[in-house]
Nanobody, 115 residues
Framework: QVQLVESGGGLVQPGGSLRLSCAAS????????MGWYRQAPGKQRELVAG???????NYADSVKGRFTISRDNAKNTVYLQMNSLKPEDTAVYYC?????????WGQGTQVTVSS
């Protein structure tokens, strides 16, 4: 089992920044990739950014150049630095860990971009 705890969400004005954190514990040796997803009201959950154990990253087109995913292996933590936030970035953000046998989800953290 893998446990994921997200933090760092909140209310920010358009153009502002936030950094989300996702701390993993448990059977972390089984994790080969992690990612951030988001789900806005009435919309499907979508991939925002992902990072493999080797450090390869990928991003949704809508966040390229604004968001950066990174990981600190010593802390078993993945980060999502979000800059130049827009109202359309408002959503619940979820951390996901892909394990060798299944995926694991965090509880989600709310990000609201509004003036």
């Amino acid at each position: 089992q893998v446990q994921l705890v997200e933090s760092g969400g909140g209310l920010v004005q358009p153009g502002g920044s936030l950094r989300l954190s996702c701390a993993a514990s448990g059977s972390i040796f089984s994790i080969y990739a992690m990612g951030w997803y988001r789900q806005a009201p009435g919309k499907q959950r979508e991939l925002v950014a992902g990072i493999t154990s080797g450090g390869m990253t990928n991003y949704a087109d809508s966040v390229k150049g604004r968001f950066t995913i990174s990981r600190d292996n010593a802390k078993n933590t993945v980060y999502l630095q979000m800059n130049s936030l827009k109202p359309e970035d408002t959503a619940v953000y979820y951390c996901k860990a892909d394990g060798t046998s299944r995926g694991y989800w965090g509880q989600g953290t709310q990000v609201t971009v509004s003036s």
